[in-house]
């Protein structure tokens, strides 16, 4: 069977020893994870955890939306860590909370997308509430290609959009909530091609263990609830998701 790949697990966060993990994603079937930073702190321990564990875990570096204000500050050591990642990310856009200003976020999200075209990387977007907005600056930019639209929520009529303009689609655990009709009518229309699954971890827990912290190895009850969506074996949505996981991140 073809391995699993965990398209974002923010290994640095979860609060456990990341060896533990690793060993019992691997013992899961997964077979490597993409870490992204959300500031230049976490990028450095992403990176640095991509050192330490060579050909499983992978880095992404960028600015979450939520400390977007921060980029000034940040973003030119963000971009000096960009050149060893495989990814520029998590960067987006959150209207949901609005922990920095929708214009500070904007406008970060512009420099990162910038930073990734200099570097030909893939973009990890994280999306909350502003769709329409995000549909437009990836629509300026024309960078909808090299886009990862993680933990994907935006249902179906949102994924068709969005998919016109080539991105990529990342489920995550709401894929597995009983309350995540959306998120599956979503995947029901996603093109499998460009269609990947992750954990989002430590957040994000697939049931029976909503209370627990999330880990890599659920990546694969994620795979599973696809699977279902898709009316197709485990084994073809590991062997498909993954796939597209080496393409979009250069991986293999």
């Not at 321990?45 to 977007?68: I, S, T």
């Not at 999200?109 to 990836?138: M, S």
């Not at 949102?158 to 689609?169: E, I, N, P, S, Y």
């Not at 655990?173 to 995947?187: I, K, Q, W």
């Amino acid at each position: 069977m073809t391995g699993w790949v965990d398209s974002h697990c923010h290994l640095h966060l979860a609060g456990r020893d990341p060896a533990e993990l690793l060993q019992r994603a691997r013992s899961a079937g997964v077979a490597w994870l993409v870490c992204p930073g959300t500031d230049a702190a976490g990028s450095e321990e992403a990176l640095r955890l991509a050192a330490a564990h060579p050909g499983v875990v992978f880095a992404a570096v960028g600015l979450h939306p939520h400390d977007a204000s921060r980029w000034p500050a940040e973003g030119e050591r963000i971009a000096e860590l960009a050149a060893g990642a495989v990814a520029v990310g998590e960067c987006g856009l959150d209207f949901y909370r609005d922990l920095s200003p929708r214009s500070d976020q904007i406008a970060a999200l512009r420099a990162q997308f910038a930073l990734a075209a200099g570097l030909d990387k893939p973009l990890v977007i994280h999306c909350r509430d502003a769709f329409a907005e995000l549909y437009d600056e990836l629509e300026a930019a024309g960078v909808g290609p090299r886009t990862v639209l993680h933990c994907w929520t935006g249902g179906g009529k949102w994924t068709r959009r969005f998919a016109g303009l080539g991105v990529t689609f990342s489920f995550a655990g709401p894929l597995t909530y009983p309350t995540g009709d959306t998120t599956r009518r979503a995947a029901a229309v996603a093109p499998p091609e460009r269609t990947m699954v992750e954990t989002d971890t430590p957040y994000l827990t697939p049931p029976p263990n909503r209370r627990s912290p999330n880990e890599p190895a659920n990546v694969v009850a994620v795979g599973h609830a696809l699977a279902g969506v898709w009316g197709v074996s485990p084994e073809e949505t590991a062997r498909m998701t993954s796939a597209t996981a080496a393409r979009v991140f250069g991986v293999g």
